[in-house]
Each structure stands twice: as C-alpha cells, then as structure tokens.
C-alpha cells in the first residue's frame, strides 16, 4: 500500500524536523519525506493542511485488562480507542491475570494485539512470581518471549534484598527495570495525598516520603547493581529533585509523569470525587510545578497515560472503597500539548516525551518518521476544541477526571505499519 | 380600616367581663389561661391581668402542630411553648388574636392534649372573622367581622396594640 | 465548595446534612434555635408532636452503635415518624449488596429520609449524589470525616452552659486523627466564631497539617488546658495501641488522661465534655466525668432535641408551595 501525507507540518523530535514537508510510505514503512520519489504513485493521499503529523505515540503504561479482567476493557477495545488516540505503541505491565510471569501470558497478549490489528502491544515481564515480592520470576525466559523490560507493577517488594537480587539478576539479561516507587509500608492503605485535603476528607494519606523512601532505596541500588532502570510515574516535586541529582552523578536512569498529575492536585478530590481516586494521589500545587519543571529540564523525559479503564460500579462507592485509576488514553495528547499552550514546554519536548523518548526508554525502534522506519504515524488538528463526554469515549474506561473539560487537539488520521486504522469521520465531532 | 389601642382597651374590657360570667355560668373554678403565640399572647396578657388569675400565664407556639408541613415545611421559630403547670383535669381559657380558618385552634387543642387531659376547654379570641373551614367557634368574642376574599385582618403590637385591615391586591 | 451546595436546595434550605463545613454561621445558629424549640418536647407527659406524621425514615447503619442509633430513634419517634432501623454488617456488605443497590431498593419502599453511618469517609456525600430528588441523607458518622450532628449538639450544650462563643477557648483532647467528632467540632467552633481552639495530643494522634483547619497544636495537656473555658475530651481506642501509634494506655492516662489536678489550670467554671462512650481511666477520670464541671449527661439529652431539629428542617425543605392560613 502506497500512502502520501501531503501538506501537513511534520515534527519529528527525534531527528529534529519542525517542517512543512510531504511524507510519503510505502509497504508499511516510511519511504521518504519531502517531493514525491519518480514514479510513486500513491494509491491515497491523505489532505494534511492545518494538520501537525508526527509518530505514532508511544504509551509506556497502559492496562487492557486482559487476560483477567474483561468485563472492564478487553484488548481489542483498548488498543482500537489508543489507535482513535494517535497512540500506535502501547506497553502494558504484568499486573494482569494471570500475570505476565510466564511466556505463555506474553504471547497470549501479542496474540490477541495482533488479532485486532490495531495499536502495537508491547508487554513488561514481572519482577517476582505471581508480583508477590518473594520469588524471582524467570526473566530470562520472559525477555526472550519479548517482555521489554521487567516490573513489578506497584505491588510492594518488602525485602531490600529481594530488590537488590531482582535488580542484579534483570542486569545479567540486559532487561530494563521498570520501578513503582514506593517505600512498602509507609504506603499501605492509603488513597489520597497525606495533607490538608486528606486532613479535612478524613483520609488516610499517603505521604510525600513514601515515594522518596522508595526512590531513595532503589536509585542506591540502581547504583550498585548497574542495572538499566526506569522509575514510573513520579508525582512529587522533591521526587523530581532526587532523579535530577542522580542524572547528574551519572546513573543511567530515566523517569516518566503520568499526564494527569501534570494538570490535577489534591484539590480536585475535594469532593470526593472518584474518578480522582489515583495512584500516585494527587499531590499539591507545588508538586505540580515541579513535574512540569522536571519535564521542562529534561529529568522527567516522558509523559504516560497510566490508563486504568473501569467498569461504572467500580468507581460507583464512596472515595476510598473505589478502584483507583483513570482512562487516559484519549486525553494523553491533548493533556500534553495543554502543556505547550501555557508555555511549559516546547512543542518538540511534549512530542519527544510521547515518542522518541519513551521509545528508546522501551528499547523499540519506533517513535520517529525516519526512513525505512515502521510506519506509524499520528496525524492530529492542533486547534480542534472538543469536550470529553463518557457517552464518546473510545476506551470502555469512561473513568477519567477530566470528564467535562475541554480539551484542544484531535487526531483525525493514524496510521500503523503503513495502514489507516482510525480516521476521524464529521459524525464524531461533538 | 384601623383599630386603634382605644377601641381595643374597650372590646378587651368586653371580653373580660364575657369570661368572667361564662366561668360563674358554668361552674368552672381557678382557670389555667393559655395564650397562643404570638399576637394570643399579647392579648391574653391583659385578660390574665384583668381576670386577676394566679397560675402564670401559658404560652403556646403551635408550629410543630400545624397541618401544612408539606406544603411550606418547618416555620421560622418563634419561642418554644411554656405552659408553666399541670394541666390534667384543669379548666382552660384558650385565647388567639384572629380566629379565621379554625386550623390553628385545632393545632392548640392537639397541643394542650398532649400535655395532659383538660377538664375544659374555652375559647376567647379578640376578632372572630368569616371564612372558618373546620367546626370550631369561640365561646366569647371581641368585635365580629365578615371579610371579603383578599381582605386579612392583622393584629400588631405588642405595645401599642393595633388591628388593621389589609386588601391584598 | 460543591459539597456545601450538596446539603442546600436552590432556596439555601438544608436539604441533606452531612458535614459542618460549608454550612455559614447564619444557618448553624438557625439549627440551634429550632433545636431549642424540641428541647421541652422530651419534658412533657407526651414526648410527640406529629411534625413527621406519616415519613418513613430509615436507620441505615453500617457501623455498629448503640448511643448514636438510639438517639435517632428516638429523635424520630418524638416526630411521629415510622422508623426502619437496617444494621448492615460489614461482611454482609462485602458479599453482597453495594451501598447504592441498598439505596436504590430502600427508595422503591418509599422512604423520605436516610440516616446513615458507614465506616467510609464520603459515604453519606455519595449517598446524597445518588439519592432520589425527594429524599434527604443525615450523615451519623462516616469514616473520619464527619459527625455533624455530633457537633451540632455538642455546640448547643456549650451555648446553654456559656452563652456566647465569641469569647471561648475550647480544647480538644484526644485521638483527632481518627476523629470525625473533631473534625466537625472544629468546623462549628470557628465557624460560630470561638476565637481560640486548641488540639491537644501527642504527634501520632494529630493529622497533617491540621493547623489549616484553623486550630492551634499543643502535646502538653497542662499547657493545653491553661485557660480555657470548654474541654472536650475525644475517646480512645484500643486498636491504636496495636498499630503502633502509642505505647500504652497506662502512659496515654499518665500525660493525656483528664484528672481533676489537671483540670485545675482551665477557667473555674469550665465545663467537660465528652460524645461517649467513655473510656473511665483512660482518658478521663471518673470523678471528672462524674463531678461538677461534667455537662456529659446533658449532651445525651441535648441531642435528642438537635436531632429532631435537623430531621425537622431537612425533611421541610421538599415543601412544594404555598402557604396555609391561619
């Protein structure tokens, strides 16, 4: 198939390109950008004016709850909303059921992603056995089976010395560890922010130190052990403080926010409003400013959608009784350029935190619009205003806290390995 | 059309002798007088005066009584009840400004009720108006008058006591 | 703060009580007064009035109590109302119905009114978002969050003992951590104005940032006390001992527990409060429960009548028209 994108400005962080050029596929990788080639004829052309095309985006934590939990998203209607997303690369961690802890579970969800022929799935093995924190799970045979990397997916690992053991163990195979911050007991039955808010809701909170416990032990041994690790979704301004020193000492980390955090505090759950019932809570202002801080200097280098889909009755019961987590998906892009609206980030930081960026994060060639790469392709209206409504959502999840916002930025085309697979239709506008 | 204190002093002084000999009429011996709140009490104050009773004077604040709940919900209080004795077996002097609908004598009656079983009840209101909806009557009366709809009757004081007639538009 | 909106109708009515906060001085006072009015209802030979003649209210309690059910059943029996008391154990609702299918079938028994304790902060908030658009949600107590009627009694028991709150300190010990009395205690106090609250408690026992509820922190109960003219003693539990917070209950007596020694550096005509059960050598002493400064009792009875209140002007608020005449 023969695909021309013609008149759209391309931004392609990775190489650096901010450019008003054509882009041109061809059998389902990108042929070249610029003039059409002598003799390509394409077999569409998709009108790309007052368009920005960029990569596909690259999702570092998104859960399709499959196997386990189908009656809340399946991985057919996951990966069909994050393609209605411009999401073309999703990686989903082991927290499944049965977890990712054998090959088995791994090829199952390839499988299936390949079945419904929508957004890439990628996968991350667990750290222990069943995530229990006590055994070792046989990370060797899960990278091989292409887990990209290794986590235990925020269930707590109380030993010190399992950590240390799961991290020089993950090093001798050359798999990245993917790391919940969280200190084990500090964080225990807690649902919102230890602060004022929680103070007034009557909430027991989960305090700052609970993550810089956590994030203190695990860089000390991400030093020791030489292993590669990532830290997700950091959420505290002190947090962001820490990684930058450790960047500057040298230590081969990296760090992703989750999108939400970048625009929500503990006064959004005032309310008690479930759909604000997270994990990491929702921090204060200043822990806001320093996410967004971080993500300007570089310390945070990708933005994550963390999407957690629920069916209604789980977000249907007083706050705390609820499950935590948001349907993010729809609003990672939107969320993230909101950022280069109010003049936080460049535009070439927001999308090199959506694609290069948690690409080389995941080890995959994907994420850029260079030549002879996979064609996945995003291509989106930077000045469309829509309004988030749970009846429109893509997802299953219709749980998200920005339900009623409005939002700038829509995708109209994406593409995977070449393929139109969501294309924005007037019957869709709202 | 105004009732000024004069006029009042003179049907509160008909009143007093109308109790007087309705009690000797009837046999009925060291009454207990009650005055309904807020304009019944102001007039049963100079009765209790006249009548030279010696039990205190109650006071009764007939909201949690009244039968239009649904329709306007709790009123904004006036002072809580305060009947300052034993009313089982007792003779009562029940006294209102306004007797109009009858709806706020049958509350009163209620009330008192609860508080124990009167040997008696009587009735002395300063202005028995037309427009009664339930079977009640007053056993002495200050002035009688038959009012149009749209037109009320409103007595205010407590100090000067003065009744005027209103013509709702 | 949406939540405030939550409880008034479009006319500013309280339709649903369930916390302290967000509700201005106007309208707390408004509650007082009304409560005054039922106080002498109790003293009768006939303890009713027929107010809520004919409402069906429900006892929804998730959380076992004994002092706080029985109250509200008698607070709905005075206002001859029918009354449904529904104990929902713990494991019963794990297993079976969620809070908003409970709700939904008690509505399609068409009741008017719900009073309910969950062990969950937010429950009675959430209860109030779902509710039919005829019934009112009293919260008795939801997690640690708030206890409005609690206080509401516990501020009438003061202003009949004290009068006037804007020249008060008031101090109060114990658990606030937990506490969802306190919570809604504070919340009264400034809002009706006391110029001083103090939490008195060691540091495991006080929640972050407390001082943004606008209250100042002691951990010496001596220095706490100097002064004040209200003492509100909190109880406390057995269970925080075994999660570490203290030590004993023999050291938290020691330096928290009220004696009449240590109540000597207060006002002389300090009152003692306490929203009970009591725990006697614990937290307070019995002949500082049992003596003269105690109004312990009186918060008992008083909050027979602030009940009747509250349910009276909640249940109100859904009058549909005009008025009757006279």
Known sequence: MRLSIQGGRIVDPATGLDQAVDLHLADGRILTLGARPDGFVPDRVIDARNRIVCPGLVDLRARLREPGQEHKATIASESRAAAAAGITTLCCPPDTDPVIDTPAVAELIHQRAAQAGMSRVEVLGAMTQGLDGRRLAEMGALGKA???GISNAGRPIESTEMVRYAMEYAASFGLTVFLHPQDPWLGRERHAHEGAVATRLGI?????VAETIGLARDLLLVEHTGVRAHFCHLSTLRGVEMLAEALQRGLSVTADVNAHHLHLTEMDTVDFDSNCHLRPPLRTQQDMQGLRAGLARGTLSAIASDHQPHEPDAKLNPFTDTEVGASGLETLLPLSLRLVDADVLGLSTALAALTVNPSRILGIEAGTLAPGVRGDVCVFDPEAYWTLAPEAMASRGHNS?????????????????????YERTESEDL | MTLETAEITGLLE????GLRELLARKGREAPLMVGIRTGGVWVAKRLHGQLDLETPLGELNINFYRDDFTRIGLHPQ?????????????????VDDVLHTGRTIRAALNEIFDYGRPASVALAVLVDRSGRELPIQADVVGKRLDLGPGEHIKLTGPEPLMLQLQRAT | MRSANLQLDENGRLRHFLTIEGLDQALLLHILDTAESFVGVGERAVKKVPLLRGKTIVNLFFEPSTRTRTTFELAAKRLSADLLTINVSASATSKGESLLDTMRNLEAMHCDMFVVRHATSGAAHFMARHVAPHVSVVNAGDGRHAHPTQAVLDMFTIRRAKGDFTSLRVAIVGDILHSRVARSQIHALTTLGAPEVRVIAPGTLLPSKVETLGVHVYHDLERGLKDVDVVIMLRLQRERMQSGLLPSEHEYFHFYGLTKERLRVARPDVIVMHPGPLNRGVEIDSDVADGAHSVILQQVTYGIAVRMAVMSLALGSHASGEGGEA
């Not at chain 1, 027991?204 to 700052?208: T, Y």
């Not at chain 1, 806290?401 to 697979?421: C, D, N, S």
């Not at chain 2, 008909?14 to 002798?17: E, I, Q, R």
């Open chain 2, 78 to 94: 006036v002072q809580p009840s305060n009947l300052p004795f034993q009313v089982d077996a007792r003779h009562i002097l029940l």
């Open chain 2, 14 to 17: 008909g009143m007093g002798a």
């Open chain 1, 204 to 208: 027991a909170g989960l305090p700052e």
């Open chain 1, 146 to 148: 292409g887990c990209l």
């Open chain 1, 401 to 421: 806290p920005f339900l009623g916002w409005e939002l700038k930025a829509r995708v109209t085309h994406t593409l995977i390995e070449g393929r139109v697979v």
